[in-house]
């Protein structure tokens, strides 16, 4: 029987499962959900590219009488874009579709739109899932993170540039464009020669798009709106991420002590948002689960949370809770929790007296 009692600093999630409940019962609920539905995901990319398409057609009317005209269409146009990247995400754990090449078909397409070689990214995303948590393993696919003992250990060039990396006006406006739009026009020497080769693919798809909407457009009038909702939706991508990896009482050990189950369970915040929102992020917010089982389609994820008990006792952060982030720089190895840069001369002074 499971202690329905919570810990003080935590409710009970994945260690309590681990212990008190065999894994075959909970991975019974999630193999239910892990199947696609190819009518729920046909009317996921209707409902997802037409009026994503529909935008672009206002966008482009709009912006010959005013930028602010077109301003408010740009917004929304990138808040289906990061449902597009969600479909792009699925598409890359192999769960939009059971036909494998219908996911490469259409990942690469959504990967398109969304500035991301399918294949490079997918095999960044997969290191990501298999290290979250993992002090010992950060690095690929994931949020700059420094232990407390690092940053106190570092030269002042790499303080510097830690402390710019987790400005919050560096990570979420700089740094989405930087990431979509030069970043991963480049693949890395470690990648395979297939995702180097999507690299090379997405920059001649990219190349063909602009060049084409630029003809029909003009080169002005596609940059603005093109670099407007790249922002909007990278912005907000890179919020979700952050928010759903790092988070009050995250779980983060060293490789001897990590623990996959756990990882995904404590690792990854249930990110509860009002159901607006929910629908343009793809139910992303159920992030315990979708790093429990990649294969979940999003469009299941809810009903697989509301289905088990032990995942609805996930670390769940609510919409205002998640600024609280905003604060958090570095993780205390020593007391297993995030802190500011604030913490930094109590921490030294601790230490001293000790």
Not at 190 to 215: I, K, P, Q
Not at 271 to 297: A, T
Request: glycine share 6%; aromatic share 14%.
């Amino acid at each position: 029987m499971i202690s329905s009692t919570p810990s003080p600093s935590r409710p009970p999630t994945a260690t309590r499962i681990l212990r008190d409940r065999a894994a075959r019962s909970w991975k019974a609920v999630v193999d239910r959900f892990a199947v696609p539905s190819l009518p729920r995901s046909a009317w996921q990319l209707a409902n997802t590219l037409i009026p994503y398409a529909a935008l672009w057609v206002a966008m482009a009317f709009a912006i010959r009488v005013s930028y602010w005209l077109a301003l408010p269409l740009m917004i929304l146009a990138g808040g289906f874009l990061v449902r597009i990247f969600i479909i792009f995400h699925d598409c890359g754990h192999e769960a939009f579709f059971r036909s494998r090449k219908a996911n490469h078909v259409w990942g690469f397409i959504t990967g398109v739109l969304t500035f991301t070689p399918y294949h490079h990214w997918r095999w960044e995303h997969a290191v990501h899932h298999g290290t979250s948590g993992d002090l010992d393993r950060r690095g690929t696919g994931d949020i700059w993170t420094l232990t407390v003992q690092e940053y106190l250990e570092a030269s002042w060039r790499k303080r510097l540039a830690y402390r710019l990396a987790r400005n919050p006006v560096v990570l979420f406006v700089l740094a989405p464009l930087g990431i979509f739009l030069v970043q991963q026009r480049f693949a890395s020497p470690r990648a395979s020669r297939r995702a180097r080769r999507s690299v090379r693919w997405t920059n001649l798809a990219l190349v063909a798009m602009g060049a084409g909407l630029s003809w029909a457009l003009g080169v002005g009038p596609y940059l603005m709106i093109q670099l407007t909702v790249m922002l909007v939706a990278g912005s907000a991508g890179i919020w979700l991420f952050y928010v759903q990896h790092q988070f009050e009482g995250v779980y983060w050990k060293r490789s001897e002590e990590w623990d996959y189950t756990t990882a995904s369970l404590e690792g990854s915040s249930f990110y509860k948002l009002p159901k607006i929102l929910q629908w343009f992020s793809g139910s992303i917010g159920f992030h315990h689960l979708h790093h429990l089982s990649p294969r979940i389609p999003n469009y299941r994820l809810e009903a697989c949370h509301k289905a088990e008990p032990e995942f609805q006792k996930a670390p769940t952060v609510t919409f205002f809770q998640s600024f609280k982030s905003l604060g958090y720089r570095l993780y205390d190895e020593e007391r297993q929790r995030l802190v500011g840069f604030g913490a930094l001369r109590h921490l030294q002074a601790e230490r001293i007296r000790s």
